[in-house]
């Protein structure tokens, strides 16, 4: 077992390279907010409905033989990557964005306006600048739409999209939170404002652990009495997986709070109660006085079991009385996970919580493997979504310092200087 300042001499960051790491993550991060504007519309493409439809009815037939290509392709034996590289080609969908958009600039005289919007907002994830015609299209569907009745699918989507794409989906919410004239919309756009910081908080892993502790602070302002006047008006929003949604605008803030508070990076996570695979149940206090590392994997997600020799790793390496790793499978089944484990040893706690977990749901999961830093006295100090790769080093680094440094910031140079250009990058 390594001593503890061998351990704390290798996480300090000594490389020039980690500044190359901060740039790449920087860029990843996406532009700041800007004013969302149209581009130039594609030579030849005026506001013609039928262009959409048949991007539609090519994304259509291109779904099926990708269906059918992995279908063969995995009976006959293929690797992932040869199944990757054997899919068909998606169709291109610029064409059809630019018939939607000027569609949408006719000002509500086209009979297709609302379908031009809903094209924008639920099928133009895949071109450029997605963001904006996402933000164009919702926008028309605020001012054309009086009585649309789809919100909860567009609004669920956007929060969604928002992660991958850009700012412009963010500007969309504010502005609904300001500027719509329904309360009950105003309020729900109150909501999704508040559900950005709250994943701002969780996902932006590179800044560090204060910058996230901001974030989480305005989640909770912004969500502090959203539902104030509207209460009983219908939230709008649904779960692409059928996980159970609050009905109500008051049941929406009540559970956003509950997830800002507790199942936020900075929050002290609520004693929650689990099932271990040999169906004992247990509860997260019982390993109080530890440094916790919660693993949301499955057995079929490979970078989860590509991490597995880096978790024995730490395992073997980091002191039994001061670090845990408690392993939570939403596998469907207990059984898969069982027979996992009897040819990839996993030498720690492991819970089987299944799909749509209360756990899951708290902690805002919704990419595996996802990693869950938490102190010995419950709070959580960081999260991230790999141990291997170019950053690797670096999330390792985090646990060690956690374990070894009790009380202290996890915060690591590298973040430090990531926040530095961030903010440079903002301004």
Not at 359 to 366: F, G, S, V, Y
């Amino acid at each position: 077992m390594e001593n503890e300042v061998t351990v704390l001499r290798k996480v300090r960051w000594r490389s020039f390279g980690w500044v190359l790491v901060a740039v790449v993550a920087l860029t990843a991060m996406g532009s700041c907010k800007r004013a969302v504007t149209r581009d130039a519309p594609s030579p030849g493409v005026g506001a013609d409905w039928t262009v959409v439809e048949e991007y539609l009815d090519q994304q259509r037939a291109w779904r099926k033989a990708n269906r059918e290509s992995v279908t063969r392709d995995a009976l006959a034996g293929k690797s992932v990557r040869e199944l990757r590289e054997s899919l068909p080609k998606p169709p291109d969908v610029a064409r059809a964005v630019a018939a939607a958009t000027a569609i949408l600039d006719l000002d509500g005289a086209h009979d297709k306006t609302i379908e031009a919007a809903e094209f924008l907002v639920m099928r133009a994830e895949s071109g450029t600048n997605s963001d904006r015609y996402m933000y164009i299209g919702a926008k028309a569907l605020l001012s054309f739409g009086s009585d649309y009745e789809k919100w909860p699918q567009v609004l669920s989507r956007m929060d969604i999209q928002r992660i991958y794409l850009g700012p412009a989906i963010d500007t969309f919410f504010e502005e609904l939170a300001s500027e719509a004239e329904d309360p009950g919309l105003r309020a729900n756009g109150k909501y999704y404002v508040a559900a950005g910081f709250m994943s701002s908080a969780n996902l932006e892993f590179m800044l560090p652990t204060e910058d996230r502790e901001v974030m989480r602070q305005r989640a909770l302002k912004a969500a502090t009495g959203l539902s104030d006047g509207v209460e009983e008006e219908e939230f709008l929003g649904v779960h692409p997986d059928g996980t159970p949604m609050p009905h109500t605008l008051a049941e929406a803030e009540a559970d956003l709070l509950r997830r800002i508070t507790y199942g936020t990076v900075g929050g002290t996570l609520q004693d929650v109660r689990g099932k271990r695979i040999d169906g004992v149940e247990e509860c997260l206090s019982d390993y109080r006085g530890r440094v916790v590392l919660l693993d949301f994997w499955a057995t079929w997600c490979r970078p989860c079991v590509a991490a597995l020799p880096k978790l024995r790793e730490l395992v073997a390496n980091l002191p039994a009385d001061r670090f845990a790793i408690v392993a939570i499978s939403v596998d469907e089944e207990r059984a898969t996970v069982t027979r996992f484990i009897e040819d990839e040893p996993m030498p720690w706690t492991n819970w089987h919580a299944g799909e749509g977990s209360e756990i899951a749901w708290l902690l805002q999961i919704e990419e595996f493997p996802t990693y869950v830093l938490v102190d010995e006295h419950g709070k959580i100090l960081t999260r991230f979504n790999g141990l291997n790769g170019l950053l690797g080093p670096f999330t390792t680094s985090l646990i060690k310092r956690a374990v070894y440094r009790p009380g202290k910031s996890v915060s690591h140079p590298l973040q430090r200087l990531y926040r530095f250009f961030w903010k440079l990058y903002k301004n």
